[in-house]
Structures are given as C-alpha cells and as structure tokens.
C-alpha cells in the first residue's frame, strides 16, 4: 500500500472526522448552553487523560503490526500480542469506569467552577462520561493496529461513517429528542461501543491464519517492553503538556470561561487532524525501512513527507493565526465569542502549528525505537510548563496558560529537531530546516499579513467567510512555491497532462 495514497485517505477520512466535530461545536454550544458545553470540554479533557493508563502498548502495537509487514513477527506472536492487549485494555477500561462514577461528586463539586449547572446534574454527567471514555478509548487498540497493518483506505471510510454517526447523531439526540447533556453522552456510548465492535471484527479478518488460538502471552509483552516502556513515559509527559493548561483553568477558572478556551482549542485543534493523517501514513513506512535497513528510501520518504506536511498545516496555523477574529466570527456567528476567544485561537494554533512541524522528526525516533530524546525534553519541559501555567493564569487568565503553550513549542522546533537530526539523519538537518519550517513559514507569514493589511474587517459572518477563503486559497498557493518537494511533486502529475493536452 503507498504512503501517498494512505495519507490521501486520512485526510479525506480523519478530515471529515474533524470538520463534523468543529461543524457541530456551536450548535451544542446553541443548544446547550455555554457553560453546559464546558462539560464537553471536560469530556474532552478525561479521553485525554487516559493516556495514562495505556502504558505506551498502543503506539508499540502500531509498530509492531508494521514490522509484521516486513517479516518480523509469526502469525502466532502479533495474534498473542494483540489479544494480551485486548485482555489489558478491557480491564483498565473497566477499572476506569468503577473511578469516574466514585469520583464524579468530587468533580462536580470540588474541582469544577459550576455558576449555573445543579451539581446533581453534573454529577450524574461525569458519570455517563466514564463508560464512554472507556469505550473511546478501547477503540484505540484495534484502530491503532489498522493503522500499523497500513490497512487506512477501509479504515478512514469507516472512521468517517462512524464519526458521522456519533456527531450528527448527538447533535440530533439534543436538538429534537432530549436537549440536556445526559443525552448528548449517552448517544457518544453507543456510537463508541458500535465503533468498537466493527473495528475489531476488520483487524480479526485482516491477520494471518495461525495454527491455534490467540491467547495472553506475557513472552509476547515482554518483548515490546522497552519500547512500551520509553513509549508510556513519554505519554506521560505529553499529557502533562499539552493538558496542563485546561486543568488548571478548569479548576482556577469559571466553567464559562474554561469553555471559552475550549472552543478555541477545538478550532486550534483541527491542525491535529491535519498533521496525524500524515503521521498514521509515514510512520509505517519509516518504521518499514528501518526494519529492512534502507537508508536511502527512508530519507527520500522522510523528508518528502515533511516537506508535504509543511504545505498542508503551515496555511492552515497561519489562517489561524492572523485571521483569528474572522475564524471564530465565520465558526460560531458570535461577535461576543468572537472578541473574548479570537485572541485565545491567535495564540494556540501558532503553538499547534509548531508542534505539527515536529510531528515527523519524532516519528522518525520512534520508527528507530528511540525514545529518550522525547523523555528528557519532556521532562525539562514539565518542569518549565506547569509552574508557568500556575503562575499565568491567576494573574492573565486564559491568555496566560495560551502563551505559555506557544512558548513550550516552539522551544521544541528550535532545539529538539537539532539533536533528533544529528543522532539520526546529521546530513539532513538543515535540508529540513530550510525546505520544511524556515522557506514556508517565512512565504506564508508575509502573504498572510500582507492579506491582513489589504482586506478589511468583517463585519458579518459571511463576510468573515469570503475573507477566511480568500486567505486560505492564497496561503495554500504560496506553499505550492515555496515547498521544492510540492514544487516537484506538482509537476510530476501535470506534465503529464499538458503532453496529453497538446497532442
């Protein structure tokens, strides 16, 4: 199966995935309440979170199943590992369950700002969250072994059918059936649970015969534990990362404005769906050639797929950026939303747009097995972040905890690409500086303000949206100049073409 033709089904599948949940974002915020939303927000926060109990296993499945494809693995010992993970998902998705509907009062109580919600409620929601982040999470297990299996065309088609399912579902459960918040996450339950009976019945079909039954192996465990080791400690650190912000808001902060900040993560956030389609289609590659020793293939694989990478997310995080307030006014219709998050939205998708760029390099660690470079950054990065959050955000609000995500990451593009390409690929650095982070960051960023400067402010949400297209389909067209890769890419596919044209 070809990369590119992975990577194009996960942004058609993971693309759509994304657009119905920020589609649909506002109509629960209509429907439901700003602060009632905040509780969404709080879902959102919990399914993050329960990275800690995956132990690095799902990131070590996905490269185990790659390495299946290039011989490592018997059909016996990727059926044992597969079903020992199984037997340790479902147990700590049982396990989660039991702590969610214990310390659900807690939660409504003690820890949430609630001004307007009965904490009664409340309570009863966390509760309904528990199974459903469990079930979302179990998930995980068999999309990620899809994944590794470079099985992404049938499972983005699934992905994006369910999603459709579980969005517009809710959506409609809320609108025309039951417009409280107990609805909305009884709907997400069973379009999880339905999830996971499909994928698990395609990663069944899809594994070679064995000659007897899967079963829990802990030989097969054990032979993934270093990674999985270096994997879950890294997972650790990420979560502490990337959540720390939305804790402490969530506890310093009223649930209003903690859904404010939510809102406009959500809209940062669709650059994660813009970078991990690519990341799901690659790292199987890479992990492939590492495994097959093919130095050559894993360096052109490398960095043409950073170079795509960057004329894919670099638009979209400068749209973002520099027109914040038309984004937000075009997404939510709000002006009032609009002047209280835009600026919010400014900060995190440059910091998300950082963090993208990385996203390569550090699949490239892990296709070789390395995982202590992410641990020690990390971990200085905690040290610095979560103090940082604390201090910010009493004294600058949401504003605060925004900037301080931006700072951690980009710190992360300027140091951590340097010692990841001199361990591994020393001649590729600055190749991958220049073509991939520093020539289109430079391109988009002056056609970006320039943009800016010319067109004037909306007032009107269709106004907002012609500018936000007009924006957008110039930045796209600057990277297709400014990328060499795209550049060669491009012409690859219409030469082609124009000699059909001129016979």
């Avoid at 079903?83 to 509907?101: G, K, Q």
């Avoid at 949430?112 to 966390?126: F, S, Y």
């Avoid at 749209?319 to 709000?334: E, H, Q």
Wanted: hydrophobic share 55%; proline share 5%.
């Amino acid at each position: 199966m070809s990369v590119g033709r992975n990577a194009v089904a996960n942004y058609i599948g993971q693309g759509w995935a994304s657009v119905v949940g920020v589609i649909f974002a506002p109509l629960y915020v209509r429907v439901l309440g700003v602060e009632t939303y905040g509780l969404i927000g709080v879902f959102s926060v919990l399914l993050a979170w329960m990275s800690v109990f995956d132990l690095g296993l799902t990131p070590t499945l996905n490269r185990e199943m790659a390495r299946l494809r290039a011989g490592a693995h018997t059909p016996e010992s990727i059926r044992d590992l597969l079903r020992s993970l199984e037997v340790i998902y479902t147990a700590i998705a049982a396990l989660v369950v039991v702590l969610v509907w214990m310390g659900a009062p807690w939660l409504a109580h003690g820890w949430l700002n609630v001004k307007g919600l009965e904490p009664t409620l409340v309570t009863i929601a966390v509760r309904i969250m528990g199974f459903v982040v469990a079930s979302r999470w179990l998930e995980q297990v068999y999309r990620t072994a899809l994944q590794g299996m470079q099985d992404q065309v049938w499972a983005n088609g699934a992905q994006a059918i369910l999603a459709t399912l579980r969005w517009c579902g809710s959506y409609i459960v809320i609108a025309f059936v039951s417009p409280t918040i107990t609805a909305f996450f009884v709907w997400q339950g069973l379009s999880s649970v339905a999830s996971v009976v499909v994928l698990r019945a395609r990663i069944q079909r899809l594994l070679p015969l064995a000659a007897r039954g899967a079963r829990f192996s802990r030989p097969a465990l054990a032979e993934v534990r270093d990674f999985a080791r270096g994997m879950f400690v890294t997972s650790i650190l990420t979560l502490l990362l990337t959540q720390s912000d939305k804790l402490v808001i969530s506890k310093l902060l009223p649930l209003s404005e903690f859904s404010l900040y939510m809102l406009a993560s959500v809209l940062a956030g669709g650059l994660l769906q813009l970078f991990t389609p690519m990341n799901t289609a690659v790292y199987p590659r890479l992990t492939e050639q590492v495994a097959l020793a093919d130095h050559d293939g894993l360096v052109g694989t490398y960095h043409l797929a950073c170079e795509w990478m960057s004329a894919v997310i670099i638009p979209a995080g400068l749209l973002l950026s520099v027109f914040a307030r038309p984004v937000m006014l075009a997404w939510t219709g709000d002006p009032l939303i609009t002047q209280r998050a835009a600026p919010l939205l400014a900060m995190l998708a440059l910091g998300m747009l950082c963090n993208g760029l990385m996203n390569l390099p550090y699949m490239l660690q892990l296709a070789h097995g390395w995982t202590s470079l992410a641990v020690r950054t990390n971990l200085v990065a905690v040290l610095l972040i979560v103090p940082a959050m604390i201090f910010a955000v009493p004294r600058f609000g949401a504003a605060g905890a925004a900037a301080a995500w931006l700072a951690l990451n980009a710190g992360y593009l300027a140091l951590t690409a340097h010692f990841m390409h001199r361990r591994l690929l020393p001649a590729s650095k600055w190749r991958w500086y220049r073509d991939a982070v520093l020539l289109p960051l430079a391109g988009g960023a002056i056609v970006a303000v320039a943009i800016r400067l010319v067109l004037p402010e909306p007032g009107s949400r269709i106004g907002a949206m012609v500018i936000v297209a007009l924006a957008a389909a110039a930045l796209y067209a600057a990277m297709g100049i400014a990328i060499p890769g795209v550049r060669r890419s491009v012409r690859s596919v219409i030469r082609p073409v124009l000699r059909v044209a001129a016979r």
